[in-house]
């Protein structure tokens, strides 16, 4: 899928080569959902093991934690989630679990757009932001992605003080992965005519990719 592909096709390669810690030395990481595990993933390296609640293939909105998830949330050092509206789930996940684990919010200083009004009104998926309620969507582009990816290393690295600084510059290997995405999308787009960078589609949750290159994205309403 297009969220996917864009963050993630060239950025994974950057720490794929480096050797991983002994097993009981990485941070237990549990993730709201997949693409914030993907980040989480980045921003760790080798110092973690990640895990998504909500997988690729589980629409986040809609979903409804487990027991087993719960589980899974008290047993881990971190906890990732976006915020926004997007996963409230995960917070409440943290709270049962005593908060023993970290919770890292991943959009943490990252710059927000007001939700259209078609998409804060609710829609079939059933997750209503509130009319002029925030966009919870930022990784649809690659350079606020980059600034979740820092957001996620600053928490890991406080909850693993003595591994901070590798993890702090993962993070930013990660970060600049995806700031050099960034700018090969813009690139992408540079010939294209604005009156043609028109995308219909099912979902309208394509804002933040549309503002930052020029795209203009319709969903039914």
Not at 21 to 33: I, M
Not at 180 to 201: C, M, N, Q, V, Y
Request: aromatic letters at 6%.
């Amino acid at each position: 899928m297009l969220r996917r592909t864009v963050l993630l096709a060239s950025a994974l390669g950057a720490f794929a080569a480096r050797p991983a810690l002994a097993s009981d030395a990485r941070l237990r990481v549990v993730a709201s959902f997949s693409i914030l595990a993907d980040l989480a993933s980045l921003a760790a390296g080798e110092h973690a093991d990640v895990l998504a609640l909500a997988g690729p293939d589980v629409d986040p909105h809609a979903f409804s934690p487990s027991p087993a998830d719960a589980r899974r949330c008290a047993e881990a050092d971190v906890l990732v989630m976006n915020g926004h509206g997007f996963d409230p789930w995960m917070e409440k996940l943290a709270r049962s679990g005593g908060r023993k684990a970290r919770l890292v919010l991943a959009t943490q200083g990252v710059a927000t757009i007001r939700a259209r009004a078609a998409h804060s009104h609710g829609h079939s998926h059933g997750h209503s932001h509130g009319h002029g309620a925030v966009d919870p969507h930022a990784w649809q582009d690659a350079s606020r992605a980059a600034q979740m990816v820092r957001a996620i290393g600053r928490g890991l690295g406080e909850a693993r003080p003595a591994a901070s600084p590798a993890i702090a510059a993962q993070a930013a290997r990660a970060a600049d992965e995806l700031l050099a995405l960034d700018s090969w999308i813009s690139g992408l787009f540079a010939p294209i005519p604005k009156e043609k960078r028109r995308i219909f589609t099912s979902h309208d949750a394509f804002a933040y990719f549309g503002a930052r290159y020029g795209v203009e994205f319709r969903a039914p309403k």
